[in-house]
């Protein structure tokens, strides 16, 4: 076990921002909940997944939403202890410790506070490690475990309990739901013991994403070597250094969807287009794809190395574009079903960053 | 309290039919559950609500979604008795009746096969002694009781529970969700005590509609002073008699909407148009309200006096259109807010059948 104090939030949000592809909801505001949670219940306890009994009962929380709608409807933040609260009654038992559903974005962050509201552990784990649309798209359905029962709650007092006979149906009935309730909620989803969490989620999340956060931190402050430490930690490499010269969005169906298109900034004849569905998704080089899902696309500014979210895009804004492997975690029979790119709805093959 | 046994279920369906109001579901396919219902468990208990225990638990049951897909979607039968179980594991406690939430529609008869099923007696009350479009459009609401906890489930198994600020806000959660299961689902809502429904329902609705089923069957038999019989006992009148020349249906937003315009026999020049949302909402003739809601407007076929559900209508039919005061029930302050005109979004003042 270790404690995450508040000097160590810094670079966790920075990993986390980068490990939400462009999406997941800007960490910042998550991270002053967080903040807060430590000012009042002081460090919060983080366990990985060996230290707590098999039979320990876990569950995930996450603000469930478009990242477009939660920037302008900050989470008040009782919603998600209401909607763990909501879990327990339903469950009939007690919660020992909360995980991240996805480590990537503002869902990194929020856990920490509300294990820290509860009193109990956050685990360092989760079941993506990077940030995905949709709630179905983790490893723990890959690894036949149910997102049901789960709840969402608002700040208002609503609270919805979910039992579905798969997490697509779930999915598609929570964001039908968020919907209604306008798109930034609180989820509590996914309650599994530990035994079960062992053997489908991926290990050591938070800590991958704080160190990745240090090393890019390390190259913002240009500092000797740093661009290859990161490369290399993270296994990923620089796929397109360019400037936006084409972005369309639009918020449909519950997701914020779009496409930027980026010039090589020598040669015109060479784009990367990208296809964003809350996240950046897919990276096409003239027509050839060159990152896919579940692999993930990481853009930074290109003077600060500052993640830039989809939200933020622009016209005109000179970028860097990486790409990164999925963790190893995906590595099962399935899971191109689950978030390979025709699950996204794209008619192109998985193209493996790393072999 | 009473059985009701096979012979006694053509009035009732028939007296549903007519206080559907034109929506509310064709009953006939809950007919078909209440008889098997019957001949699996025999002949079913009605009681009044003061022949139980003032502490008793009382849930009330129906169908809800738009009334034409619910035809060509026929519940399986199974998710109500399911939806029962789920608001009883979130309530905690049992369910010892249940009620209809309104007499009008296949929601009248619906409740009757789930008593069965559970093998609890159905009360003879209701929250509306009619159909209406929305879940909180009930006296229950009036007087002030929340429809949550209530529950939502499918044909497939699916259950969703909700737990909400306001009935109106319960509505919106049901409906949104109701629209991603398919637009026809079993809900279980206003859960509570036989105190709480001497209060706030409307008494004897099941006997009404039994009794007024069969007076519109006496006259469909063209029986002598039948007409007179039926009018005197639904204190209603004869609002028009003439042949739909328009009709324009639309399935928007979860409901079946429409305006259907009818054309005096005799005289070309009165035409009273009817505006349609799931139910037979506002009368208008020639400019001027003639039945608003909650008061009843009921179309029968002209010659065989059969009621007309909206989904049936079609041009040229020759139709008789009549009005029926509300239940004395629906006579308390803040009745209009719920579901007068503006309710529904309708610019006309209430303009009582009944001074």
């Known amino acids: 076990m270790r404690k995450l104090a508040l000097d160590a939030l810094d670079q966790l949000t920075l990993g986390a921002t980068l490990l939400g592809t462009g999406g997941g909801g800007d960490p910042f505001i998550a991270k002053l909940m967080v903040e807060q949670a430590i000012n009042d219940h002081g460090p919060i306890d983080i366990v990985g997944l060996d230290e707590l009994p098999a039979a320990a009962q876990l569950a995930t929380v996450a603000v469930v939403g478009a990242p477009t709608v939660i920037i302008e409807k900050i989470p008040s933040g009782s919603e998600f202890a209401d909607a763990v609260r909501a879990l327990v009654s339903y469950l009939g038992r007690d919660i020992d410790a909360i995980m991240p559903v996805e480590v990537g974005g503002m869902n990194t962050l929020i856990p920490l506070a509300v294990a820290a509201e509860l009193g109990v552990p956050c685990v360092d784990a989760d079941g993506m490690r990077r940030a995905f649309p949709q709630i179905e798209m983790t490893t723990f359905t890959l690894a036949g475990l149910s997102a049901s029962p789960m709840s969402l709650a608002d700040e208002k007092g609503n609270r919805i309990a979910f039992e579905t006979v798969s997490n697509q149906v779930g999915e598609k009935l929570v964001r039908g739901s968020a919907m209604m309730l306008g798109l930034a909620n609180a989820l509590a989803a996914y309650p599994m013991t530990v035994a079960e969490a062992r053997d489908a989620a991926v290990w050591g999340s938070m800590q991958f994403c ?12 240009q500092e000797e070597g740093s661009w290859d430490r990161f490369l290399d930690f993270a296994d990923g490499r620089v796929v397109f250094d360019g400037k936006i010269i084409d972005l369309d969005r639009r918020t449909t169906t519950g997701f914020a969807r779009g496409t930027v298109t980026i010039e090589d900034f020598a040669d ?23 990152v896919t899902p579940p692999d993930l696309i990481c853009m930074l500014d290109f003077e600060t190395a500052e993640p830039i979210t ?11 574009v990486l790409g990164l492997p999925c963790a190893d975690g995906w590595k099962r029979d399935g899971m191109l079903d689950i978030v390979g790119p025709a699950a996204f709805g794209y008619d192109v093959d998985y193209v493996p960053l790393k072999g």
Chains 1, 2 share one sequence.
């Open 210 to 221: 704080s160190e990745i956060g240090g090393l890019l931190r390390a190259v913002q402050r």
């Open 268 to 290: 015109p004849s060479r784009t990367l287009r990208i296809e964003i569905q809350n996240e950046l998704l897919l990276a096409i080089e003239n027509g050839r794809p060159v």
């Open 310 to 320: 989809t939200e933020s895009l622009a016209y005109g804004q000179r970028v860097r």
